[in-house]
């Protein structure tokens, strides 16, 4: 009777246990350099489950460089310039904090890494350059999720133009009015601001100042700026003096400027 009691008990054992066991869920294919998912054509939209990726010794060699807090459930995209029209990669879509690495040529091959950010990179080179781009979550103990990536070529350069009125006021407590235009475009949301110097000759002592004007309007058009200038070492008043200005634009890859120099009549209490 033992004999046939023992059979049923290791059949029914073997009939339970694949209830019973935890099968490890593989890793997703791109989960190295080696199996990077190839990006054909721009734009691009990736949808993916990252929860079952890993990191490795080639995420932290490029963090070592870049400092994200974490580079958890990295997974590798590729993608060819032939035009030499750039990349961004946008994964603030994503259900989880996720950052981008981006390398000119292979990481594993001596490639560089050229950009490396929280929520969206962005590369530009020459015409045939091949990009390795890593996306991982960079929160710590977090392990991935659902990942949003957009591959787009990068935007226009931004443009700017800014102007100097050729006269300005000088007020009782010794401050400038500097006044004029400025124009931007393709720089919306990035670095944009106006600064400059004020110098006039008092007497036997050169007044200087700096101002700021920030942030632009980037949206094309032409508008008024104006800024109050205040000097460390005098009081500016009626007379002749002289400006220079930058108006400075930044995008997303490119940064402009536009310089001018501007002689400027100072009316004091706008006189």
């Known amino acids: 009777m033992r004999a046939p009691r023992l059979l049923v008990a290791l059949a029914v054992a073997a009939l339970l246990a694949p209830l019973g066991a935890t099968t490890a869920s593989a890793a997703p294919t791109n989960d190295t350099v080696a199996g990077a998912t190839a990006i054909t054509s721009l734009p691009k939209t990736i949808t993916q489950d990252t929860r079952t990726a890993t990191t490795d010794t080639v995420d932290a060699g490029l963090n070592a460089i870049c400092g994200a807090p974490a580079t958890n459930a990295s997974v590798w995209f590729t993608y060819t310039d ?10 603030r879509d994503s259900g989880y904090s996720a950052g981008v690495a981006i390398v000119a040529g292979s990481p594993t091959a001596g490639g560089e890494l050229v950009a490396c950010s929280p929520g969206v990179a962005a590369a530009s080179g020459a015409a045939g350059t091949t990009y390795y781009v890593m996306a991982f979550s960079d929160t710590p103990g ?42 931007c475009i393709n720089a919306d949301g990035y670095q944009s601001d106006i600064e400059g110097e004020l110098v006039q000759q008092v007497g036997r002592v050169k007044i200087s100042g700096m101002f700021f004007v920030y942030p632009l309007e980037c949206d094309g058009t032409v508008h008024p700026w104006d800024a109050i200038v205040t000097s460390q070492n005098g009081l500016f008043a009626g007379g002749k003096a002289a400006n220079v200005s930058v108006a400075f634009a930044c995008g997303l890859v490119e940064c402009s400027a536009a310089f001018v120099e501007q002689r400027v009549q100072v009316s004091r209490n706008g006189k």
């Open 82 to 91: 032939t035009t030499g029209s750039g990349l961004v990669v946008d994964v």
């Open 142 to 183: 977090v392990n991935g999720g659902d990942l949003v990536a957009t591959f787009e070529p990068t935007p226009p350069a931004p443009e700017t133009t800014v102007t100097v009125d050729p006269r300005a006021t000088a007020y009782k407590d010794g401050s400038a009015r500097l006044t004029g235009t400025y124009s």
